[in-house]
């Protein structure tokens, strides 16, 4: 079992949808999660970090973490054309590098 | 965040021959850079920690003898891919470490083409 399971889709919603993208993981020791937006051809940009379980949210952007279920969420409101690219998770036992899943391939269609 | 750039954005270059990618982090003295490559579809592999200053660590299953990394400043990683083959193409990509670990910082990538 790898360490970070994440669909890769891809995922295709109707501009204005509620999007939901999860990722799986097995390290218990993992208490950082990431969400990574990357455009075609372009780096990885952070967009929310979390520590150990709860919610955060920012703006239309709400992620979430279940470490009793080993389950990471990320949620997009009012999904804008804008918003389609490749988002991957990634977490981190704290002083370990990041462990990233495959991304999931989102577009937004107008 | 931290902006980091990166030189080539793309390069091709011939079976044999070696390319040298360069790291640079514009507003923030990195100690600490990671090089990431991607392939398509496929999620980022960590090849190696690059330390200013120091040797680099590398991930298991990575050639340090082909994939030569320098970083001699605070602001300056470089990655050479030695005697390139066709199955090194890929993307490229470093990052800059923040305060933590955990929070890093992506430069646009490189897109490697070997002929």
């Known amino acids: 079992q790898k360490e970070v399971e994440q669909d890769p889709g891809p995922l295709s919603v109707p501009e204005g949808a509620i999007v939901s993208l999860n990722c799986t993981y097995s390290?218990?020791?993992?208490?950082?999660f990431m969400w990574y937006r990357q455009y075609s051809r372009k780096g990885p940009e952070l967009l929310m970090y979390?520590?150990?379980?709860g919610n955060k949210e920012d703006g239309r952007f709400t992620a979430q973490v279940d470490k009793s279920s080993k389950y990471i969420s990320l949620f997009i409101r009012d999904s804008q054309p804008s918003d389609s690219a490749t988002y991957l998770c990634?977490?981190?036992?704290?002083?370990?590098?990041?462990?990233f899943g495959k991304g999931t391939r989102l577009s937004v269609i107008a | 965040g931290a902006v980091v750039s990166q030189h080539p954005s793309r390069v091709i270059c011939k079976s044999g021959t070696s390319v040298k990618i360069e790291c640079r982090s514009l507003?923030?003295?990195?100690?600490?850079m990671f090089w990431y490559r991607q392939f398509p579809k496929q999620s980022l592999m960590l090849m190696a920690t690059?330390?200013?200053?120091?040797?680099?660590?590398?991930e298991q299953g990575v050639e340090k003898d082909k994939f030569l990394i320098n970083h001699a400043s605070l602001t300056l990683s470089t990655l050479t891919v030695t005697s390139a083959h066709p199955e090194d193409s890929s993307f490229y990509i470093c990052?800059?470490?923040?305060?933590?670990?955990?929070?890093?910082?992506f430069g646009p990538g490189t897109r490697l083409t070997v002929t």
């Open positions: 990634a977490m981190s036992a704290g002083n370990t590098p990041l462990v």
């Open positions: 390290n218990s020791a993992f208490q950082y």
């Open positions: 979390t520590y150990s379980s």
């Open positions: 507003d923030f003295q990195a100690t600490t």
């Open positions: 690059s330390n200013e200053g120091s040797k680099a660590t590398y």
């Open positions: 990052s800059t470490v923040g305060t933590n670990l955990y929070e890093q910082y």
